[in-house]
């Protein structure tokens, strides 16, 4: 179905970058601009690796008077004139600010439709955030989570109705085949050809992702396999303090801080284990593009990863927080070539039939055009 003319859509977010940014902007790639007139409205400058081909219009920062409630107070006045500007069919936003600034200019009626992400179990949302969700749940007309678990999250948290809400899990595009160049990465890298590579991709500016865990993790793998080295690719304010453990564990020569890299592609091609140690997650980008590039995985058994990581098929699954029970699964991996290969090739084949990002897109047209087809 297509709607009659361009349909004029405005995503409002508080953030264009990391696992959310970079698939928000990778499934705008698969809608057709003749149907859907797209234009994001951020409030935070681009940090995600793929480049926006819509229009980006930015809520300025107030400088020193950036502070609570006064840039919440004149954020949401610059964001009213600039819809009120535009009107379009639909707002879809992302992130608490967002969320509840379209919430107050759906009941002004500048907003005709609103529909909402979840992109996470709210771990940073305290009793102030939930207030406000729970007394304007009756608002937004529709609520996507990217996983069951944060339904679930939805539902006992936000007393959300059920019939609002939907679940669409997120989805990943082939990356580039990069084996090729993995030698020269490798090198790079400082990474010996016999050598054995785990990588995490995380955000360092969140304890949540356990990092912190990982890294404790490092000497009891290493002790049983000593080739074994650490890839961490990332920033964040906590990069200090991760470096400074490495060095208190004495593990220093074995972990790679790599830094943000948009060739995202080209360290996975090096990795022999993807992991994850998240104390809390939505539905994880990294896991889907580790597994998407042949990568097992071992993650922490919290959120959406269960989702998507089959127990003993595609990777492992271990409790949040128990550092033995990461280290044993991940040294299990990297004594087994062949149950690495295996484990791999599932993991591969098992994101491409049921995480395709082209599904995921036009599974968002889908919610767009049944409000649509009501106007």
């Not at 299990?332 to 084949?349: C, F, P, Q, S, V």
Request: glycine share 8%.
């Amino acid at each position: 179905m297509e709607p009659n003319g361009a349909a004029r859509i405005i995503f409002l977010t508080d953030d264009l970058g990391g696992g959310t940014g970079n698939h928000l902007l990778s499934m705008m790639n698969h809608w057709d601009k003749r149907w859907w007139e797209v234009e994001i409205l951020s409030r935070a400058r681009l940090t995600a690796r793929i480049s926006p081909d819509v229009p980006v219009s930015y809520v300025p920062s107030d400088g020193r008077l950036n502070l609570y409630p006064i840039a919440q107070i004149r954020a949401l006045g610059r964001i009213r004139k600039h819809i009120g500007g535009r009107s379009p069919d639909i707002v879809h936003s992302y992130f608490f600010w967002s969320i509840l600034f379209g919430r107050i200019l759906k009941l002004e009626g500048k907003i005709r439709t609103l529909i909402e992400n979840r992109e996470d179990q709210g771990f940073n949302w305290g009793v102030h955030e939930y207030s406000w969700l729970r007394l304007t749940r009756g608002v937004p007309d529709r609520i996507i989570c990217v996983s069951e678990a944060v339904k679930k999250n939805v539902l006992e948290r936000e007393h959300m109705d059920e019939d609002r809400i939907v679940v669409i899990r997120n989805g990943v595009e082939a990356l580039p085949d990069a084996r090729v160049e993995a030698a020269e990465t490798r090198k790079e890298l400082g990474i010996r050809g016999d050598q054995l590579v785990v990588g995490m991709v995380a955000n360092f500016n969140r304890s949540i992702k356990g990092v912190s865990r990982f890294l404790d993790a490092v000497p009891e793998i290493v002790r049983a396999v000593p080739s074994a080295r650490f890839l961490l690719l990332g920033r964040g304010k906590e990069e200090k303090s991760l470096r400074e453990k490495t060095l208190a564990l004495g593990v220093e020569p074995f972990v790679i801080f790599a830094g943000y890299r948009t060739d995202i592609h080209r360290y996975y091609a090096v990795m022999d284990v993807s992991a994850l140690t998240s104390f809390s997650e939505g539905l994880s980008i990294t896991l889907l593009e580790s597994m998407r590039c042949g990568v097992p995985v071992v993650a922490t058994r919290v959120g959406g990863n269960p989702e998507v990581v089959v127990e003993g098929v595609t990777g492992y699954l271990v409790p949040p927080g128990d550092v033995p029970a990461f280290a044993s699964q991940t040294v299990r991996l990297l004594l087994d070539r062949n149950l690495r290969k295996h484990m791999g090739e599932e993991a591969r084949r098992h994101v491409a039939r049921h995480f395709s990002l082209r599904d995921v897109a036009s599974r968002y047209l889908e919610i767009y055009e049944g409000f649509l087809s009501r106007i």
